[in-house]
């Protein structure tokens, strides 16, 4: 009786279909980063710890509640809802009290809680009416 084992072959690891399969991969990846774009929005955002502007004469104030709801104040400075809380009431409200003159300061005041549509909606019909001095409303940062 023989005990004795068979030798095995030895085990080698073929280091050119690693090769191959590295190559693959870095030329995968060299050509997959060239199709990923980057948004080159410059966007600065308003910080709120600055100092305060001073509102130098007339203005047109939009208030937008946490509904949704659309008030205006002009030149009085007292806010008055709108009898049609759509964009249509708002357009011609707008164009009401601005008259001619589409130079005047347009500040927007929405809640915290405003959905974000009646922010987008209120600005779209600005840009409608010509109005380009939009600016919006915020309570200074504590320090």
Request: proline share 4%.
């Amino acid at each position: 009786m023989e005990f004795r084992r068979k030798k095995r072959a030895p085990v080698d690891i073929g280091l050119i279909p690693m090769i191959d399969v590295l190559l693959v991969l870095l030329f995968f990846f060299m050509i997959a980063t060239t199709f990923r774009h980057h948004t080159d929005l410059k966007i600065n955002l308003p910080e709120a710890g600055g100092s305060e502007i001073e509102q130098q004469g007339k203005a047109i104030n939009l208030f937008i509640d946490a509904k949704g709801a659309y008030a205006l104040a002009g030149e009085d400075g007292k806010a008055e809802s709108l009898g049609d809380q759509g964009l249509d009431g708002l357009k011609s409200a707008l164009s009401r009290l601005a008259g001619e003159s589409r130079q005047l300061p347009f500040i927007i005041s929405a809640d915290g809680k405003t959905p974000h549509q009646a922010v987008v909606s209120a600005l779209d019909v600005a840009n409608q009416l010509g109005f380009h001095h939009i600016t919006f409303a915020i309570n200074p940062a504590e320090k």
